[in-house]
């Protein structure tokens, strides 16, 4: 999407001669369409207290999430705090090849064991009575343990949550009894690293976390469809003409969604004409790079020449120079800007040669406030050694995400969308009718994200939670 402080070289670049290489498989799967309709969602989920603490249950307790990158903890010993709602849990790489996640809660009368992410521990160390862990989790240091008489073998051991990777991703489900996190991500992966865009290899260059005034699910469904685009980023409604103007689609791969580039055998679509608004080529180039209506447009289209051309040259000569000729195995479709995707409940990786990653996550108990992490994962030379992950630029309450520079243009239309937030959980909580409606194609996602989240929270009956049911 997004790549235009880095690519001055680059501009109007023109592509030699290339070789042919097919379209890619993985976008040709089509799965929907997604169950039609529209759906009613109760707003009593997005503000009540008893939503979040049966969340807790059932979904941060039970769920494979998110929780930090293999580059965090590089050396055994290294470790990351990971918080999700009031929950925590303390992720260290235990040997080269293992890495294991504990409840951070001291066995003794539970004090959080670890408060701050660290590098090379040895051991584990209640900082109240000095109860010690060794960080393979056995106990090593049990103070006084002669006045505890019988307890020993209940403390032996630190309680874990399972872990897993996926692309230098560290998740981790605190279910002992949950599937593997290979079953849970299902084919995910083709379309990662078997289509030539493998996390593993690239780096975390930009990481900023917004601490937003609404519930995590409000934030999240900004992020889960482009609609909103023509509204509240209007500098942006300028389609080029052989993508979002015909269309795009939705596919529903079970605990994951995306968003594609739709082709002309595609029965589930938006209709002709979606979004477009571009009367000139530079317009079209605009959408992509010229979001700073005050400014010069970084790239000019040369007299003569076509937008989307212009865009997919630029593109594949910023990322020739960081992965040489291999850019040419890439088909153009590449080129485009990524799929949106998301993974139940949380994560947002964008497909393609987006570096766009992001995670909504509840704070702590409180059901009106949120994090959202924004991750750009930037692609870097194989054979050149990565750079330690950026660390997370963490902004104050309410503080606009503009006042983040590293994210460069991205910056204005992140604090767009974050904007509206705080007035839909306003408004969320004075609704009259007492339920969102949610459309048929562009917001299928968010239906399918409710879809799982019922699912989840016992609600495939009705939600006996909401004063409105579900109509
Ligand atoms: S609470 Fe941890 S040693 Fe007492
Ligand atoms: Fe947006």
């Known amino acids: 999407m997004s790549m235009v402080e880095d690519k001055k070289d680059a501009k ?27 759906m009613r969602v109760p707003v009593d989920r997005f503000f009540k207290q008893a939503y979040h603490d049966l969340e807790v249950e059932r979904i941060w307790k039970k769920t494979w999430q998110w929780a930090c990158r293999e580059d965090e903890i590089p050396n055994v010993g290294d470790y990351v705090v990971y918080e999700i709602a009031e929950l925590s849990f303390i992720v260290v790489r235990t040997a080269a090849d293992e890495i294991k996640a504990y409840w ?22 209640c900082m109240f009575h000095g109860w010690a862990w060794n960080i393979d989790g056995t106990m090593k240091d049990m103070t006084c343990g002669w006045d505890f008489a ?17 692309g230098g991703f560290v998740f981790i489900n605190p279910d002992p009894d949950c ?30 976390v917004a601490d937003i005034a609404c519930n995590w699910k409000v934030a999240q ?3 889960l469809e482009a609609w909103h685009v023509n509204f509240t980023h209007p500098q942006m409604v300028r389609t080029p003409g052989d993508r979002a103007s015909t269309g795009m689609r939705w596919d529903d791969f079970g605990n994951w969604m995306r968003n594609t580039p739709q082709l002309p055998t595609d029965k589930y679509k938006n209709p002709p004409g979606y979004a477009t608004a571009a009367e000139t080529e530079q317009q079209v180039v605009d959408q992509r790079w010229g979001f700073h209506l005050n400014e010069d447009p970084p790239i000019k289209v040369p007299e003569g020449e076509k937008a989307n051309e ?18 040419d195995d890439y088909h153009d479709v590449h080129m485009g800007g990524g799929e949106m995707v998301h993974i139940w409940p949380n994560m947002h990786p964008w497909g393609g040669f987006s570096r766009l990653l992001y995670r909504f996550r509840p704070y702590k108990s409180d059901p009106n406030r949120s994090l959202m992490d924004v991750v750009l994962m930037a692609p870097w030379p194989e054979d050149r050694p990565r750079p330690p992950p950026a660390p997370p630029h963490v902004l104050q309450p309410g503080q606009s995400i503009g006042d983040a520079p590293e994210l460069g243009q991205l910056a204005r239309i992140f604090q767009q969308d974050l904007a509206n937030m705080p007035f839909v959980q306003i408004g969320l909580k004075t609704s009259r009718q007492g339920y969102v409606i949610l459309s048929d194609h562009n917001e299928a996602p968010v239906r399918h994200w409710h879809d799982l989240y019922n699912k989840a929270m016992g609600f495939e009956n009705g939600d006996y939670l909401a004063e409105e049911s579900n109509k």
């Open 12 to 38: 109007t670049a023109k592509a030699g001669a290339r070789r042919e290489t097919p379209y890619p498989e993985h976008l040709v799967r089509e799965t929907p369409p997604y169950r039609p309709g529209v």
């Open 104 to 125: 951070n809660s001291c066995l003794h009368r539970g004090r959080r064991l670890c408060d701050f992410n660290g590098k090379r521990a040895e051991e584990f160390r």
């Open 150 to 166: 019988g307890t020993r073998d209940e403390v032996t051991r630190l309680p874990e949550a399972r872990t897993g990777t996926w």
């Open 179 to 208: 599937e593997s996190l290979e079953d849970f991500l299902g084919e995910l992966p083709d379309h990662y690293e078997g289509a030539g865009h493998d996390f593993a290899k690239r780096w975390a260059q930009v990481h900023v």
């Open 221 to 223: 469904e900004a992020f």
């Open 310 to 327: 212009v865009i997919k040259n630029v593109i594949r000569e910023y990322h020739r120079s960081v992965l040489g000729d291999a850019i």
